[in-house]
């Protein structure tokens, strides 16, 4: 497929959802839905490479996902690490650099230490970024940026006239990064359940009935010649006649 003409997101941003859902229709555990997801993010992650696709970013455990049961949380973080250690490698290949948004400080240590290691090894990539939200929520990151303008402001760094968009912007997580132009959601679902509700304010938005475990370059590439038809207004008029 030719992609010299097309329209190609810069930033894709995905809500991976139906992991459990897609174990129970085979009569499989929820973790065995979990495992074949990891498979999922590797495809999509080389489908972004392959189409130019720069920021990839990645819904992979949100502020609520702490309320699912212990062995649950445990089997995401073990397999996190692990996908962690052995995609490295592909990483480096592809020359993508991984980043994380969230409250990090709320992961297992071990995982912490993984994902600082991958962090450390790809930093000098520049051909995409991989982004993980992980302990994310789209709430508590702007809770997060208001408390940090308003220390600034008690320091005297900051008048409060001095808040403006793109003050807020560097203040989240995802400060730096371009808007995600493309939100895409699995699974059936049509809500964002708390995930980049500042910088998505303007995102096409892409549903498809696939689980997350299903999810490979097909339905990427579906997404894609979508959004490549999509007129974004950003509030404007396309027509600027009568
Ligand atoms: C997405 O799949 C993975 C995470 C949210 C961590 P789910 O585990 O939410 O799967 P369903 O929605 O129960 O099918
Ligand atoms: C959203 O999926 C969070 C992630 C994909 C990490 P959930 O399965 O947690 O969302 P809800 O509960 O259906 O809104
Ligand atoms: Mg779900």
Known sequence: MATANLNIPRHIAIIMDGNGRWASERGLSRSAGHRA???????????????GVQYLTLYAFSTENWRRPAAEIRTLMSLLGRFLKERTADLQRQGIRLQVIGEVERLPVLVRRTLDQVMAATAANTRGVLTLALSYGSRAELVRAAQRLAA???????????????????????????????????????????????QGS????????????????????????DYTCRVRRYGGVTDAGS
């Not at 990891?38 to 992650?45: I, N």
């Not at 793109?166 to 809500?191: F, H, S, V």
């Open 37 to 51: 997801g990891a498979e999922s993010v590797r495809r999509v992650v080389e489908a972004c490479n392959e189409f």
């Open 152 to 198: 600034r402001v008690q320091r005297g760094e900051l008048t409060p006239e001095q808040i403006t968009e793109e003050a807020l912007g560097r203040e989240l997580y995802t400060a730096g990064m371009p808007d995600p132009d493309l939100i895409i959601r699995t699974a059936n679902e049509r809500r964002l359940s708390n995930f980049l509700l500042w």
């Open 202 to 225: 303007y995102a096409e938005f892409w549903v498809t009935p696939v689980c997350w475990p299903d999810f490979g370059r097909e339905q990427f590439v579906e997404a894609l010649a």
